[in-house]
């Protein structure tokens, strides 16, 4: 237990951070940094991955798309985000990911810490993009094609470019739009960055290939005569049941690397192979207990669906780091009683207050 952290939260409630306080945060920390320190933090607990109580997250799908609780914890501390996926919501004015998380104290299930998290999913998921690349693709990758210029192309692509050295992006979207969006948002990022006109022109001379495209649907946006020996698949967007990314002869001509292996067979982009496709857990990787690349013409999927761990992270070092900068606001999330026992108390409000209350009733009905 961090006594600091429960003294707080006892004495001033729980630490709450806003979307628009979370970005100030980054821009106060710089996003490299950011970056660095949650594929750090990501980093660091997968090597400890038998210390968690892990499951596969918990999902309520309509036809129009999914809302989903990713619960887990360790001895001291617990986590849940909560997420939705909608790919129309665009059209209503909303994003199509929306989130936000509570990192709680396991001794006393006190909610320590409540945080947006659509932000900060965009951040902990292209650090875990890049830690994956930085493990598993050629140690020289410096071409990039992005397949899909939507919410999170920018962060996967600053991602690579700072933690795994991409200096040259190819990219292409079914909306020219979103391309445009992207180019203009990374102008001054120095990267050589070009337009292409299809999917198939992008992934030429890649040495890495990164998805993430928000269709829920079993798509083929990469398809085998795309692929080249030795890239590396960064696989986002295939992230719940029915919704792919990649043709099931490239997973077969590949090795496969996912987060946590009971809920990849089920969202990722496996989930049509048999249950004997061999995969492997990336935290085995990590910790040296398995191989990754066997060798530079070997094609690597990282099958990414996104991982609770993956969140537990960003909450610490969000959490952290609003602290150490004396951001947030403390809130009265939970009753601070001085009888515990007495919750009913809260109901009775002192003589004066029901008197006002009295008066202002019989004005209104005067």
Known sequence: MNHTDLTRFKDTGTLY???????????????????????????ADFLRWADFDKTARVAAHSKDGVIELMPVADDHRYSFKYVNGHPGNTRLGLSTVMAFGVLADVDTGAPLFLSELTLTTALRTAAMSALAAQTLARPDSRVMALIGNGAQSEFQVLAFQHLVGITTL???????????????????????ITVCASTAEAVQGADIVTTVTAD??????????????????????????????????????????????PQSRMEGEIQHQPADFAVTELWQVLRGEKPGRDHAEQITVFDSVGFALEDFSALRFMMDSAVALGMGERMALIPQLANPKNLFGMLAAPASVTHQLTQIAATAHT
Not at 22 to 42: P, Y
Not at 218 to 234: D, R, S, V, Y
Not at 236 to 252: A, F, M, R
Request: hydrophobic share 45%.
């Open 17 to 43: 951070l806003s979307a628009p306080e979370a970005a100030e945060l980054v821009g106060r920390l710089g996003l490299r940094h950011c970056l660095q320190h949650m594929a750090e933090h990501i980093r």
């Open 170 to 192: 190819r990219v292409f979207d079914v909306d020219p739009a979103a391309s445009a969006k992207l180019v203009a948002n990374l102008q001054g990022s120095g990267l050589h």
């Open 216 to 261: 829920k649907a079993m798509a083929l946006i990469l398809t085998p005569e795309m692929i080249q020996p030795g890239m590396h698949l960064n696989a986002v967007g295939g992230d719940c049941p029915g919704k792919t990314e990649l043709h099931g002869d490239i997973l077969n001509a590949a090795k496969v690397f996912v987060e946590y292996e």
